[in-house]
């Protein structure tokens, strides 16, 4: 492996070392709540390994805990794990002339937060660069799940419950200091927030999976429509 090469995954490794640290404890929440519902934790863990999604994964295990039918676990994590595509379709804009197993691979990868690092970063998104901002996430995701399945009966259920909103304070992490150097952010995550309040309040017939693909599909189209990215950037 060239010096670049190895340069560009630790940049990688390095900023996704927040993330990481912020996957553990969800998935922690996460192993314990497979196990509660059923799923031995060798395969808790091998969901998360095959997975990577948060939502997706804590939406299925509610649906095996309760029962149903394939059928609603197919549609149910298809439409919550349906923004990955379009954050997939957004970062090819930074990865051109890449063969097509290297974006299958970091597509594999891609969560919220990735995508959010990925596309605020000002390191040049390098198949590499994406090697080490996807590694160190997945081992801090499946580590959780490890040590919350396996001991989920050390800790006391209000308190693992409680855990669950280190991913929220971790992505705010994320998101404001790329809103203090560019308006355009500020911009996209204020049509996302409201969009995303008013289906909540006004719309509750939309599932929380639409309502995400519904508002980032609208901040990223108005985002393009004011902001368009110019070729030397």
Same mark, same amino acid.
């Given at each position: 492996?060239?010096?670049?090469?190895?340069?560009?995954?630790?940049?990688?490794?390095?900023?996704?070392?927040?993330?990481?640290? *912020?996957? #553990?404890? !969800?998935?922690?929440?996460?192993?314990? /709540?497979?196990? &509660?519902? $059923?799923?031995?934790?060798?395969?808790?863990?091998?969901?998360?390994?095959?997975?990577?999604?948060?939502?997706?994964?804590?939406?299925?295990?509610?649906?095996?805990?309760?029962?149903?039918?394939?059928?609603?676990?197919?549609?149910?994590?298809?439409?919550?794990?349906?923004?990955?595509?379009?954050?997939?379709?957004?970062?090819?804009?930074?990865?051109?002339?890449?063969?097509?197993?290297?974006?299958?691979?970091?597509?594999?990868?891609?969560?919220?937060?990735?995508?959010?690092?990925?596309?605020?970063?000002?390191?040049?998104?390098?198949?590499?660069?994406?090697? *080490?901002? #996807?590694? !160190?996430?997945?081992?801090?995701?499946? /580590?959780?799940? &490890?040590? $919350?399945?396996?001991?989920?009966?050390?800790?006391?259920?209000?308190?693992?419950?409680?855990?669950?909103?280190?991913?929220?304070?971790?992505?705010?992490?994320?998101?404001?200091?790329?809103?203090?150097?560019?308006?355009?952010?500020?911009?996209?995550?204020?049509?996302?927030?409201?969009?995303?309040?008013?289906?909540?309040?006004?719309?509750?017939?939309?599932?929380?999976?639409?309502?995400?693909?519904?508002?980032?599909?609208?901040?990223?189209?108005?985002?393009?429509?004011?902001?368009?990215?110019?070729?030397?950037?």
């Amino acid at each position: 492996m060239s010096s670049s090469r190895i340069k560009d995954f630790k940049n990688g490794a390095l900023d996704s070392l927040p993330i990481a640290l *912020g996957y #553990i404890p !969800v998935s922690f929440s996460f192993g314990m /709540l497979a196990v &509660a519902a $059923g799923i031995e934790p060798i395969w808790a863990i091998i969901i998360s390994m095959t997975n990577l999604t948060s939502a997706g994964q804590f939406a299925g295990v509610n649906i095996i805990g309760a029962a149903g039918t394939y059928m609603e676990m197919g549609v149910t994590t298809f439409v919550i794990n349906l923004r990955y595509m379009l954050m997939s379709l957004s970062l090819t804009q930074k990865t051109q002339n890449m063969p097509l197993w290297k974006r299958l691979i970091m597509a594999f990868g891609v969560t919220d937060e990735i995508f959010a690092v990925a596309s605020t970063t000002a390191h040049k998104i390098t198949f590499a660069y994406m090697a *080490g901002l #996807i590694a !160190v996430p997945y081992v801090g995701w499946a /580590l959780g799940t &490890a040590l $919350g399945a396996y001991i989920n009966n050390l800790l006391p259920a209000p308190l693992a419950n409680a855990m669950g909103i280190t991913l929220y304070a971790m992505f705010i992490a994320i998101i404001i200091p790329a809103a203090k150097k560019d308006k355009k952010v500020v911009f996209v995550l204020t049509v996302a927030v409201a969009a995303s309040c008013v289906m909540y309040f006004l719309m509750p017939f939309i599932s929380s999976g639409w309502a995400v693909i519904i508002a980032a599909v609208l901040a990223s189209a108005l985002g393009a429509t004011f902001f368009p990215r110019r070729d030397d950037e």
